[in-house]
């Protein structure tokens, strides 16, 4: 039975790591539903927060062929409760229907966004949230027209208190030494 | 700890000074790491290196191919025999594509090799200029590690995490892609070994507790079976496994990639395991209560359809790589670990027993295979010849210490089923990608490798035109390998299935075949080409007894078929005698 898992990624800064990881995915025909990649909280270190829906099975196999990366420190995978996210939206609509429309003021207020920047002609628009809640405000803004819209990747936080990846590498660097 | 060698250490780079182009850092760090042989082909991208190899003083020796395809076996086959981490250079584009092959044949078989490719310079890098192609990327999912290195000053370092990484932990191919510009450039030349990654575990520590839950198991199991594969090679784990069989009194069958590390003739080895080995071994994998897999994957050639495989047992999986536990069959006792260690920690916890019962059901099995299957196809009286009679008969008449190498297909099988092996480590064959053509660079390699002992390949007529400009590598180099090419004008292992699925429809697989003894004439390589029954102990002698190359044509019965098999998609019991 699928299931929705997100899985971290630490790994080296290395350049063609991300096709390494990818291909893991592929071969096995399993689609990529969010990807991002950004510097860990330990400098050096690099976090893929990626996004994929299979089994309990297959992310198994999955992860422990990540973790084979030589370049790969440690690999996780969570399910959704195991974890906190939150995804970035970005939409810019006209400017017009910020000043002729009250109905569109509400709206944005009440679905917690910000309107982060406003010109003569476009007005950019701001929420974070998870995917039905931004796909949700998308759909109420469209009968104003929306310009372009943007959804980012996921970035996720453990539920648990310390961060596993710090007491794996003093394991490592104790192995290592 | 890093080990430090520096320019003034080595005799050799004396004469060089300290400031050296990365041509000459390729080569200085190769020395440093103890490579005396190349196989490679030059091109023009790789130019600057070649020039540096040429007329180098000291031991490293480069073994001019025919094809890159061949430098990549042979570099494999090299690897395996002799221990060490095989090196292949290949000039950019389709030189580097025509090594892919060899790559991905080395890295399914967990083999050592570090390719060395050129690259076009690095401000031409993705404008398509000539003989440009990314073999990073078309190499990714085949290599255990790759890197483009496009900084003079990375040189050394590129080269000694390649070999760190490919002769660690599981072993595996590495490629290095160099610019030319980058060999060309100068750098301050210092050669620091690698001896460690922050982010990779080549070995990991026993699990406590896993050793000790293992030998309880074993010491309750009333018909314990075990498994050996290409692990044990690798880990050097011959002497371990012996005394802990004879410990444990478990007989022990072996994967394809597994066979010589135990003597065939051991009491306690019972055979070969998957689609063509031996019948017990395959029928007792559904009755026995307790497999302990040493260094093996539980590849589907092995296996047989998974829903009917040792389902009435336990397992305990011996493993260096994590991520093949659990990866095909569910395992009850994982240890993460090498073979050797583990095994030299678990003969300690295992009591002394014997299950001679057990063992004895194996010989029965055995008996059923001889009168059925394996008198025939050795010892027939009348027909053709056969391709066990000639894989026995060289058996007996290199007494079992020759270095096998075969090509694919039904010589492969035949081969591994009927030569008895004697010695460590004297088989090379292509197991996980079945790669045609692979046997006779791989001799090459091989015999490079180990040039004190007789090397013999066996090849069908089909794999050995994969790769018969290798021939040309032969000539050049003297080598004194004895080439076997079991003829029956097909390729076989496709004709016996499509006898046994599609009707008997040989759709593409019949080969008109050249004068292959001609051919090596023309290679200055004596040969001969037989037919008869009677002319094959003459021809085997002088064969041996020649002092140099030799070739082998054997006409043999044209639809032979090997068994015993498991039909796909059966179980291992299921396994049909004819």
């Not at chain 2, 998957?274 to 302990?292: A, F, Q, S, V």
């Not at chain 2, 099988?413 to 079945?434: D, E, P, Q």
Request: positive net charge.
């Amino acid at each position: 039975m699928k299931e929705e898992f997100t899985i971290s990624v630490f790994s080296e800064n290395q350049v063609g790591l991300l096709n390494r990881i990818t291909i893991i995915f592929t071969r096995r025909h399993i689609n990529i539903e969010s990807l991002t990649v950004s510097e860990s909280a330990i400098k050096g270190i690099y976090k893929f927060t990626i996004v994929v829906n299979t089994t309990r099975i297959m992310i198994k196999k999955v992860v422990k062929h990540i973790e084979k990366l030589v370049e790969v420190l440690k690999a996780f995978y969570h399910t959704k409760d195991e974890i906190f996210y939150q995804e970035i939206a970005l939409y810019k609509v006209s400017t017009n229907v910020l000043t002729t429309n009250k109905e569109f003021e509400r709206l944005v207020r009440t679905h917690n966004a910000r309107i982060i920047e406003v010109t003569n002609d476009y007005t950019i628009i701001e929420k974070t949230g998870h995917k039905n809640e931004t796909q949700d405000l998308l759909e109420k803004l469209e009968q104003f027209g929306v310009l372009q819209f943007v959804r980012s990747g996921r970035v996720a936080i453990t539920k648990m208190k310390k961060e596993i990846l710090t007491k794996y590498l003093k394991k490592l660097e104790m192995v290592n030494s | 700890m890093m080990e430090t060698l520096t320019l003034e250490k080595k005799k050799v780079v004396r004469k060089l000074s300290k400031r050296v182009t990365g041509a000459e850092a390729v080569i200085l760090s190769l020395l440093a790491e103890g490579v005396d042989t190349i196989f490679g082909y030059p091109g023009g991208a790789i130019m600057p290196i070649y020039d540096k190899l040429y007329n180098i003083p000291g031991k490293l020796r480069h073994i001019l191919v025919r094809h890159e395809q061949g430098a990549a076996h042979s570099a494999q086959a090299y690897a395996m025999v002799s221990g060490k981490v095989g090196v292949c250079f290949a000039t950019s584009g389709p030189g580097a594509t025509n090594l892919v092959t060899g790559i991905a044949n080395a890295n399914i078989d967990s083999v050592p090799v570090v390719f060395i490719t050129a690259q076009v310079i690095s401000n031409l890098l993705g404008t398509d200029a000539f003989q440009e192609i990314d073999i990073v990327g078309i190499s990714m999912p085949i290599t255990k590690w790759n890197y483009q290195v496009t900084k003079v000053e990375e040189i050394p370092d590129a080269i000694a995490k390649a070999f760190f990484i490919a002769n660690s932990g599981r072993p595996g191919p590495v490629l290095l892609d160099i610019t030319k510009d980058v060999q060309v450039a100068e750098l301050d030349f210092k050669y620091k070994k690698c001896t460690s990654l922050r982010s990779y575990i080549p070995y990991p520590e026993i699990k406590s507790g896993t050793i000790d839950a293992a030998a309880q198991l074993i010491n309750n199991a009333k018909k314990p079976f075990l498994f050996i594969g290409h692990g044990v090679r690798i880990s050097k784990a011959q002497q371990e496994v012996k005394n802990f069989a004879e410990k444990t009194g478990i007989p022990v069958a072996s994967t394809l990639l597994g066979l010589s590390a135990l003597p065939s003739n051991h009491p306690l080895y019972v055979g070969m395991l998957g689609m063509h080995g031996n019948y017990g071994p395959n029928i007792k994998t559904n009755e026995c209560d307790l497999i302990i897999a040493v260094g093996m994957r539980f590849d589907d050639r092995v296996t047989g359809n998974l829903k009917k495989y040792a389902k009435q047992a336990k397992i305990i999986h011996i493993e260096i790589d994590d991520s093949e536990i659990n990866k095909v069959v569910k395992v009850d006792i994982e240890i993460n670990a090498d073979a050797k260690k583990t095994l030299v920690e678990l003969i300690n916890k295992v009591k002394e027993k014997s299950h001679n019962e057990w063992v004895r059901e194996f010989k029965e099995c055995e008996k059923m295979e001889y009168d059925k299957v394996i008198n025939k196809c050795c010892s027939p009286k009348t027909g053709h010849i056969k391709m066990g009679e000639i894989v026995r008969k060289v058996s007996e008449k290199t007494k079992g210490e020759a270095i096998v190498v075969t090509d694919v297909g039904q010589q492969q099988m035949v081969t591994a089923r009927y030569y008895k092996f004697t010695k460590f480590n004297s088989f090379i064959t292509s197991g996980g990608m079945g790669t045609m053509g692979f046997g006779l660079p791989a001799a090459i390699g091989a015999k490079i490798g180990t040039p004190d002992r007789e090397v013999v390949s066996f090849s069908g007529d089909g794999g050995f035109q994969m790769t018969i400009q290798e021939m040309g590598t032969i000539m050049q180099y003297k080598l004194p390998l004895k080439m076997i090419i079991l003829n029956n004008n097909f390729l076989g292992m496709v004709r016996q299935w499509q006898e046994l699925f599609f009707k008997k429809r040989y759709s593409a697989t019949e080969m008109i075949t050249p004068n292959f003894p001609a051919i090596a004439k023309g290679y200055g390589i004596p040969g001969k080409k037989i037919t008869l029954r009677k002319e094959l102990d003459d021809a085997l002698d002088e064969m041996f007894a020649y002092k140099g190359a030799y070739l082998l044509e054997v006409l043999i019965e044209k639809e032979e078929n090997i068994f015993p098999m498991i039909l796909p998609g059966t179980s291992v019991s299921e396994i049909i005698l004819e």
